[in-house]
Structures are given as structure tokens and as C-alpha cells.
């Protein structure tokens, strides 16, 4: 019953190095997406997915790349960090149309902090 | 431009007493329109949604939203809060601009419950 898995929970970066989150699920959801939450800011959308080899950008992409090779798996890479990316980052994913439009369900959490 | 404001920062509630969860949208179209809980070092989960029909939308553990067009307004309620339903909750809208599970989060309210 695992759901939405995200690795790591936490990390540490220093300025510049690079890194990928991982999520995946088991639900054989089509839609995937990947957050991010600051105080007062509350969840700003990065990057989402419709389907295996379908990625877009969302409100905040910059700093960040995706890729959907499978159904289950949505990694999210930061190519050289930067303390602005200091977060927590979230993964949700969803069947995809009908009925259940817009009910995410989200991983746990990574809390990343670059120093 | 699509939003979602969540005017409190905090809601402090007696338990027993009733509770209300401000939210105010702007969006093109019609809305669709969330609430979700977060409890303490966790993902979002899912309460409730609204998307055609009644104006009161019942969801998961009593808790209960009702739309007003007039208003732009989906405020979260239940009638007698618990110590337990102390947490996150946010407010979202779909992104019509996007795909279907394209959500635009509120900041977030805090509910604090006291015994």
C-alpha cells in the first residue's frame, strides 16, 4: 500500500552541486507532478507530467529538469543548486481524468537545503 | 490571472465550537475548487472538492465547504472541531489555462484547536 514514495527525505547541497529527487507510485497514475512549499508562499507547481514521455513546465521550472521514461517514475533534477532552492518538495499524482480530476495524492516530502 | 487567497494566516477555535476556513478564488471559467489538510511533517491529503452542482460540499472527517459564485468565496467548515483536526489546510483551484490536475494552491491556513 505504498502509494506515493519520495527518496530522500532529507538533503544537504552545497551551492552548485546537483541532485535528483526521486518519486515514484504504484497507483499506474498518468498524472504526475512535482512541488514545492515555502512558508507563505504555499505550493508553487514546478513540473508535471500527463503520461510516460510527456513533461511540461509549471509556475517555478527554472533551475529544475524532469523526465517520464515509465509510468511509475518522475525524477526531479536540480542541475547546479542554489540556495534559493532551499524548500521542501512535494510529489502528487492522480488517474488522470474523469471523476477524480484534481484529487493529488502526495508523497511524504524532501526537504532539501542548500548551503 | 487564476488565484487562490486564503486571507488568515490563523484560525484559533475552542474545541467544540464551530469552524470556518476562509478562501477566495479568481479564475476563468468555471472553477474547480479544493481543500486539502496537512498534518504535521506530511503530504497533503485530499478532503473535498466542488466542482458542478450543490453548493455545500461534504468531504472526509465532517468537514464541509460551500461555494459562493457571487462571492468567489469556498469556505472550509465543520460545525464542532476537534484537538485533532489542528493542521495545514489549503485551498486550491484547477488552472483552466492547463491540464486537468493543474492546481493553484493558496498560501495556507493554520487551525489551531484547543482544548
Known amino acids: 500500500n505504498a502509494g506515493v514514495t519520495q527518496t530522500p527525505k532529507f538533503q544537504v547541497l552545497k551551492t552548485g552541486q546537483s541532485m535528483t529527487l526521486q518519486c515514484a507510485q504504484d497507483m499506474n497514475h498518468e498524472y504526475m507532478s512535482w512541488y514545492r512549499q515555502d512558508p507563505g508562499m504555499g505550493l508553487r507547481l514546478i513540473h508535471y507530467?500527463?503520461?510516460?514521455?510527456?513533461?511540461d513546465q509549471g509556475e517555478v521550472p527554472n533551475g529544475y529538469n524532469v523526465s517520464r521514461s515509465t509510468t511509475e517514475d518522475f525524477p526531479l533534477r536540480l542541475l547546479s543548486a542554489a540556495p534559493s532552492q532551499t524548500s521542501v518538495y512535494f510529489c502528487?499524482?492522480?488517474?488522470?481524468?474523469?471523476?477524480?480530476?484534481?484529487?493529488?495524492?502526495f508523497g511524504e516530502g524532501s526537504r532539501l537545503t542548500v548551503l | 490571472a487564476q488565484s487562490v487567497a486564503q486571507p488568515e494566516d490563523q484560525v484559533n477555535v475552542a474545541e467544540g465550537n464551530p469552524l470556518t476556513v476562509k478562501c477566495t478564488y479568481s479564475v476563468s471559467g468555471n472553477p474547480y475548487l479544493f481543500w486539502y489538510v496537512q498534518y504535521p511533517n506530511r503530504g497533503l491529503q485530499f478532503l473535498l472538492k466542488?466542482?458542478?452542482?450543490?453548493?455545500l460540499v461534504k468531504g472526509s472527517y465532517g468537514f464541509e465547504a460551500e461555494f459562493n459564485k457571487s462571492q468567489t468565496s469556498f469556505h472550509l467548515k465543520k460545525p464542532s472541531a476537534l484537538v485533532s483536526d489542528s493542521a495545514l489546510y489549503f485551498c486550491a483551484v484547477r488552472d483552466n489555462s492547463g491540464g486537468y490536475n493543474k492546481l493553484i494552491f493558496g498560501a495556507g491556513t493554520r487551525l489551531a484547536v484547543h482544548p
Open positions: 466542488y466542482i458542478t452542482g450543490d453548493n
Open positions: 502528487a499524482s492522480n488517474s488522470g481524468q474523469g471523476a477524480s480530476v484534481g484529487e493529488l495524492f
Open positions: 507530467s500527463v503520461g510516460a514521455g510527456i513533461t
